[in-house]
């Protein structure tokens, strides 16, 4: 891991500043004599700048996104809790950690810091942009906002602004954390019962009924408790509390509710499409709840050079990870075309 320091205050898209900004991101593999070998890849909600660790299968050695072949960069986002500027850093007004004072961030924000980060690698052109979930939201912001600097796009189980169901969803989660007793004071690990709460809530709209039955039900018709579903449910959210930080889980959750790429441009989303001109591949995963096919669906209607393939999983919104096979075999085909 790396980190870029930008020493002067950070506008803020809703009018707040951090007063400076620390960008931490992993890079892989070489940049060419061309500059003409980047592959930049924007992670999602709770990931971080190690793309090669959480999208194994996609990302590293003899994978289809090689380093032997790539100069690959991925940068933890703005308001994170691994490296970059967030909740937990020391605000340099009072010296003290922001905790619940860090402003609010939006996906735009995100895009404007990988931007700095872009400019100080000497990056004038990125041959693949890529995310799913959370990093697609950023991969179609950055084609907005530098559309001439991208070549080609990939984007999967994303969508162009946050429906309905995904803020009601996030604030299900935030109210979870709010519920703490522990929320607001002034510690690292305050919320943390409540992020516990939050990702369990999250989890049912990653995974899906189908799976969750296959996979969870228990075997004995005689049970009153301590239920297989109960448990892996229970586990999920102590895991993600060991690794996350409930500020930053509170704070990312408003960013995406924010995200909506025709806010400031119109506000209609078919024109701003429309403008992103990039070969794109699209890929949508059949029982995703949280960013269903019918969103996937719409881009593809108006972006003007994209392509849609439905991946029929049954992990839900999880799938854009568990689905890495084929999700290279695609992405790899795709490739082969517009290379």
Known sequence: MNFFHHP???????????????IAYTTYGTLNKDKNNVVWICHALTANSNAA??????????????????????????????GTTGPLSVNPLTNQPYYDLFPLVTIRDMVKAHILLREHLGIEKIFLLMGGSM???????????ENHLVDNLFILATSPTESAWGIATHTAQRLAIEADGTWLQHVPNAGEKGLKAARAIGMLTYRNYGIMVKQQSDPDPEKTDQFKASAYISYQGEKLTKRFNAYSYWQLTKSMDSHHLARGRGGKLEPVLQNIRQ???????????????????FLSRYLPSATLLEIDSAYGHDGFMVESTIISQHLQNWLGTHS
């Open 279 to 297: 070969k794109t591949l699209i890929i949508g995963i059949s029982s995703d709840i949280l960013c269903p096919l019918v969103e996937q669906q």
């Open 53 to 82: 660790d959480w999208w194994d299968g996609v990302v590293g050695d003899e994978h289809v996104i090689d380093p032997a072949k790539y100069f690959i960069v991925c940068a933890n986002i703005i308001g994170s809790c691994y």
């Open 135 to 145: 990093g697609g939201y950023q991969a179609l912001e950055w084609c907005v906002m």
């Open 8 to 22: 002067h205050q950070f506008k803020l898209e809703c009018g707040g500043t951090l007063g400076e900004l620390t």
